[in-house]
C-alpha cells in the first residue's frame, strides 16, 4: 500500500497533479483504485471513469496522425497549455466525415486521463477547406510509364550482353 498523507492509505495508483502533497482530511483511510487531485479537491472517479475538467473549450487541430487515427488540439483561450491529445473516435458530428484536418475548429470537453488530458466529444465547429486542397496528393503510379521503363531496361541488357560477347569473341 502507497502512504499518501495523514494516515491515509490508497491500494493503487495516486495522481497527484500540480506536484502539490496529497490532501485527504480527517484521517481517512482510501480505499478508491485512483484517486485524482486538483486544486486542495480530491476527486474519485466512479467505476474507473474519466473525470471532465472542462466543458465547451474552444481549441484548432494543430496536429494530425492518421495512421493512427489521433490528433492534438491547441486551446483558443489559453495558448501557454500543450496541445491537448484527441482521438477521431471522439467525433460526434459526423457531418464531416469523421476524420481530423489541419486547422479545424473545434469545441470540445477536456478530461483528465492517467497519461494527461484529453480531448473527447468533439465538434468540428469549421472545417477549412483551402487548408485541405492544399495538401499534397500522392501520386499514382502509372503501369504505362512502368511498361516503357522495363522495355528501356530490356534495351540496355541486350547491348551489355552484345558488348560483352563481342568482346569475349573479339580476343580469341
Do not use: W
Request: charged share 30%; aromatic share 8%; with cysteine.
Amino acid at each position: 500500500m502507497t502512504e499518501t498523507g495523514v494516515d491515509s492509505f490508497a491500494n493503487n495508483s495516486v495522481i497527484v497533479d500540480d506536484d502539490e502533497p496529497m490532501i485527504v482530511g480527517d484521517g481517512q483511510r482510501v480505499y478508491s483504485r485512483t484517486i485524482i487531485r486538483s486544486k486542495d479537491k480530491v476527486l474519485n472517479p466512479v467505476n474507473n471513469e474519466p473525470i471532465v475538467v472542462e466543458k465547451g473549450v474552444h481549441g484548432t487541430i494543430v496536429t494530425v496522425n492518421r495512421a493512427k487515427h489521433y490528433a492534438f488540439l491547441k486551446r483558443n483561450d489559453k495558448n501557454q497549455y500543450k496541445d491537448i491529445f484527441a482521438r477521431e473516435a471522439s467525433l460526434i458530428n459526423q457531418s464531416y466525415q469523421g476524420k481530423f484536418f489541419l486547422s479545424d475548429k473545434c469545441k470540445f470537453d477536456v478530461i483528465k486521463t492517467i497519461k494527461g488530458l484529453e480531448a473527447v466529444n468533439i465538434q468540428i465547429t469549421e472545417r477549412n477547406i483551402k487548408s485541405i486542397s492544399q495538401l499534397p496528393k500522392i501520386p499514382k503510379k502509372k503501369k504505362e510509364s512502368n511498361e516503357q521503363q522495363m522495355e528501356l531496361l530490356k534495351d540496355v541488357f541486350k547491348s551489355a550482353m552484345y558488348d560483352l560477347i563481342n568482346f569475349l569473341f573479339g580476343l580469341n
